[in-house]
């Protein structure tokens, strides 16, 4: 069985920085697409960055382009989401998804709260 483990949330001001991280229990290359979704209070969860580890390539949603980079090693199973210049709207409970050509696998996510 598949588990990810999220990491890095807490509580930030706006303006700040956080890095989350996301460990797989299976090497990231066995995976077509790994993202990170962010589910606010009342809100559906949204693709925030996903990134595709045999070709590198990596998307981002629009509201958060010039200030988040999602990036992997390897090495650790890990897919990293640096969130920089964090707003208020950017709080949520952040997840991992890892998806093979037959099933997707959700962490258990991380809070991310951004204070004003």
């Known amino acids: 069985q598949v588990q990810l483990v999220e990491s890095g949330g807490g509580l930030v001001q706006a303006g700040g920085s956080l890095r989350l991280s996301c460990s797989t229990t299976?090497?990231?290359?066995?995976?077509?697409?790994i993202g990170w979704y962010r589910q606010a209070p009342g809100n559906q969860r949204d693709l925030v960055a996903s990134?595709?580890?045999?070709?590198?390539?990596?998307k981002y949603a629009d509201s958060v382009k010039g200030r988040f980079t999602i990036s992997m090693d390897s090495a650790s199973d890990t897919v990293y989401l640096q969130m920089n210049n964090l707003k208020p709207e950017d709080t949520g409970i952040y997840s991992c998804?890892?998806?093979?050509?037959?099933?997707?696998?959700w962490g258990q996510g991380t809070q991310v709260t951004v204070s004003s």
């Open positions: 998804n890892a998806k093979t050509l037959d099933v997707g696998y």
């Open positions: 299976r090497t990231i290359f066995s995976f077509v697409v």
């Open positions: 990134i595709m580890p045999s070709a590198g390539n990596s």
